[in-house]
């Protein structure tokens, strides 16, 4: 049921531009996605009164909209439901938005030779909280499958048109060497974004090319995560780790009573709320390494047990 799968994706309303033949589709999973093209089956409306000899047809919920062929694709002879849409998060810290997939079943590097987690991603502020949602879920999902198709790069770079800053993975990494090359051209056709990247696949050897291509391009900082929770990096490398220290009161204010090494920039988000504010440190190619305070249950657990 092609309703079905757009209640899944978080879909709660659409609205049409009949003068750019775009839909606007928008919900609980995210504020709005941009389509130009839909491909549905809608078997249960196929001999409905209510559809027309080349129109197109799209029902999500009671909505009933019916639209020249000019507007929609319907698809009739495909089984398939789906919708050519990119789906960015916008994590509630960040000044900017991302384009993510799930956790860990994303990230084959968070895993060790016998197959166990490595510290840092034991407490992965991923697998908790809102991210558990199936509203949120839902697009990380969707997107491990949309990046295969053929026109994603350039709906990509036009869905950066308007913005300056941009964030791949608040959750999961490029575990694919075809996600990372097609990510590579979308940061080559967008120069005017700041492209910030973490993540772990340089532990394989067949990323390290489109890495080092990806770190030339003036627009991108790959940040290379560490495995460790006690701030360790990896040297010679822009990269960011996760150091102890940070001390939340009675009031919920947060104070960092740790030692942060020489060298190493502390991300201060707790002096905000959690929020990045003006803060661009991330992105900057001169700040060899972040350090983001452990923060979190999960994590928190982990640094008492390793204590």
């Known amino acids: 049921m092609a309703v079905d799968h757009l209640r899944q994706l978080?879909?709660?309303?659409?609205?049409?531009?009949?003068?750019?033949?775009?839909?606007?589709?928008?919900?609980?999973?995210?504020?709005?996605?941009?389509?130009?093209?839909?491909?549905?089956?809608?078997?249960?409306?196929?001999?409905?009164?209510?559809?027309?000899?080349?129109?197109?047809?799209?029902?999500?919920?009671?909505?009933?909209?019916?639209?020249?062929?000019?507007?929609?694709?319907?698809?009739?002879?495909?089984?398939?439901?789906?919708?050519?849409?990119?789906r960015l998060s916008k994590a509630s810290k960040m000044p900017c938005p991302s384009w993510s997939l799930e956790a860990l079943t994303t990230c084959p590097a968070s895993k060790k030779r016998d197959g166990t987690l490595v510290d840092a991603c034991k407490g992965c502020y991923a697998t908790t909280g809102n991210y558990r949602f199936p509203n949120v879920k839902a697009p990380r999902l969707e997107n491990q499958e949309d990046w295969k198709r053929e026109g994603w790069v350039q709906d990509m770079v036009q869905e950066l048109d308007n913005h300056r800053y941009f964030r791949w993975f608040d959750s999961g990494d490029m575990y694919h060497i075809k996600l990372a090359h097609k990510m590579l051209e979308v940061m080559a056709q967008t120069p005017w974004v700041k492209h910030w990247l973490p993540?772990?696949?340089?532990?394989?050897?067949?990323?390290?090319?489109?890495?080092s291509d990806m770190q030339s391009l003036p627009n991108v900082i790959v940040r290379l995560s560490s495995d460790s929770i006690h701030g360790e990096v990896i040297e010679g490398e822009t990269t960011s780790t996760i150091i102890g220290g940070l001390v939340t009161h009675e009031d919920k204010t947060q104070t960092f009573e740790g030692v942060v090494p020489e060298g190493i920039s502390l991300c201060r988000a707790f002096e905000r709320k959690g929020k990045c504010g003006t803060c661009r440190a991330c992105w900057d190619k001169d700040t060899k390494v972040v350090a983001y305070p452990a923060h979190g249950r999960s994590m928190i657990k982990l640094l008492n047990i390793a204590a």
Request: net charge neutral; aromatic share 8%.
């Open 10 to 86: 978080g879909i709660r309303w659409v609205l049409y531009l009949p003068n750019s033949s775009w839909w606007l589709l928008g919900g609980m999973g995210y504020n709005w996605a941009v389509v130009r093209t839909v491909s549905l089956v809608l078997d249960t409306i196929s001999s409905s009164r209510h559809r027309k000899e080349n129109e197109s047809t799209l029902i999500i919920g009671d909505c009933l909209l019916t639209l020249g062929d000019n507007s929609i694709l319907l698809d009739s002879d495909t089984q398939e439901n789906t919708i050519m849409a990119i």
């Open 199 to 211: 993540t772990r696949m340089h532990k394989f050897a067949k990323f390290a090319s489109v890495i």
